[in-house]
């Protein structure tokens, strides 16, 4: 009796190992044709990756290129706006016609800018 369930157990044993070896040699053929895919798909992987780091440096590029031209018009816009406000307050102030000083202000301004261009 003792020699029945031994062949048994043997032979369950080998069942088991013949399903975990054919499984393990279905994962093993699975893995091998997705390598394959994957190296298949490298060189457009790399393209699209050029690609997008070209389209990315670009982005970055016109970004600080509109930064800096946001803050020089920010500077130019603080110093007209500072010397027309002073201007305006120091003739309220003084009761000057300010209207008519502005304007002649705003044309010397104005060539001023010219002349440094």
Not at 60 to 88: D, H, P, T
């Amino acid at each position: 009796m003792l020699q029945l369930f031994f062949t048994i157990s043997f032979v369950a044993e080998i069942i088991v190992g013949f399903w975990i070896v054919s499984k393990l040699r279905k994962w093993d053929n699975a893995v091998l044709e997705m390598n394959k895919q994957v190296l298949d798909f490298q060189p457009e992987l790399k393209a699209s990756l050029t690609k997008v780091k070209a389209g990315v440096n670009k982005s970055m590029l016109a970004l600080r290129s509109l930064v800096s031209v946001i803050g020089n018009a920010k500077g130019e816009c603080k110093k007209l706006f500072s010397k027309n406000f002073l201007s305006a307050l120091g003739c309220l102030i003084l009761r000057i016609p300010f209207k008519q000083v502005l304007n002649i202000l705003d044309v010397i301004f104005a060539l001023k800018k010219l002349l440094k261009a």
